[in-house]
């Protein structure tokens, strides 16, 4: 008999719950036929701006997951000056990211010092087979397209320089 107040108070609590989405309306979305906007700044998946990308390797050595694929090689470049001596350039070849492997963390995108990583609000990028996973720089560049602006400085946060 003891087992009866607490089953009434459950039952309460449902249909409180009933009569408020019966009332209010329900808040369920139909997804693939309605989709919601993603919140501002939300991530989704990581895009690639590959000119940026020095291939110093900080993202992936920084990666918890080892999920980044980084190769490149050395090019010789024209001085910056006339008479200088040419200096050497690294030329990415191949930047994947294993998106079977990544738990989305971020520290990619916070430790590139060259700002060649960015969350994307894409959120979808489902495929049939785990292997297909494996994104590619084209991939990862086709999304730079979907990265939002960033927000404006607020009044008086511009950067010190030297005086």
Known sequence: MPKVPGLLKGLGVTLNTLKRTTIDGANTVQYPHEKEAPPVRARGVIALREDNCT?????????????????????????????????????????DIDY????????CVEVCPFDALFWSPEYEYSEPRIADLLHDKVKLGEWME??????????????????
Request: net charge positive.
């Open 55 to 95: 291939s110093c390797m900080l993202c992936a050595r920084s990666c918890p997951d080892w999920c980044i694929y980084i190769e490149g090689h050395k090019e010789l470049a024209p001085p910056r000056r006339a008479g200088g001596k040419p200096r050497q350039v690294n030329k990415l070849d191949r930047f």
């Open 100 to 107: 079977a492997l990544c738990m989305y963390c971020g520290i």
């Open 146 to 163: 979907t990265v939002p602006e960033a927000p404006a400085l607020e009044a008086g946060a511009e950067k010190k320089g030297k005086k």
